[in-house]
C-alpha cells in the first residue's frame, strides 16, 4: 500500500490559479492510478481527475475540464494538479488517492485545503 501526502492548497481569488503537489511513496507506481478527489463543506467527496501512471492517461469531471490539468513525474514520484480560473465553487478539501488498475481506491492522503474568494 502506498502512502501519499499532499501540498500546495491555500487562498485565492476568484480567476486565480493554485497548484497541488501528490508525492506518492512506497509502490512500484507502474501499476497505479492516482485520482485527486474534492469535498466542500456539506457535500461527499467527489472525483476530480486521475492520471494513469504507467501510460499517462488523464479523465477529469467535466466541471473542471479545460481549467485543471493532472500530470506526473516519474522522476519525483509525484502527481500535480495545476487549477486555473478558480471559482469560488471549488471550494473544497483536496485530497488524493491512489488505486491498483480499475481497483477501488484505498490509499488516501490527508488532504489540503482550497478557498477561492469571490
Known amino acids: 500500500q502506498v502512502t501519499l501526502v499532499e501540498s500546495g492548497g491555500g487562498l485565492v481569488q476568484a480567476g486565480g490559479s493554485l497548484g497541488l503537489s501528490c508525492a506518492v511513496s512506497g509502490g512500484t507506481l507502474s501499476n497505479y492510478a492516482v485520482g485527486w478527489f474534492r469535498q466542500a463543506p456539506g457535500q461527499g467527496r467527489s472525483f476530480v481527475a486521475s492520471?494513469?501512471?504507467?501510460?499517462?492517461?488523464?479523465y477529469y469531471t467535466d466541471s473542471v475540464k479545460g481549467r485543471f490539468t493532472i500530470s506526473r513525474d516519474n522522476a519525483k514520484n509525484t502527481v500535480y494538479l495545476q487549477m486555473n480560473d478558480l471559482k469560488p465553487e471549488d471550494t473544497a478539501v483536496y485530497s488524493c488517492?491512489?488505486?491498483?488498475?480499475?481497483?477501488?481506491?484505498?490509499?488516501w492522503g490527508q488532504g489540503t485545503q482550497v478557498t477561492v474568494s469571490s
Open positions: 488517492a491512489a488505486r491498483v488498475g480499475s481497483s477501488s481506491y484505498r490509499s
Open positions: 492520471v494513469t501512471w504507467n501510460d499517462g492517461s488523464t
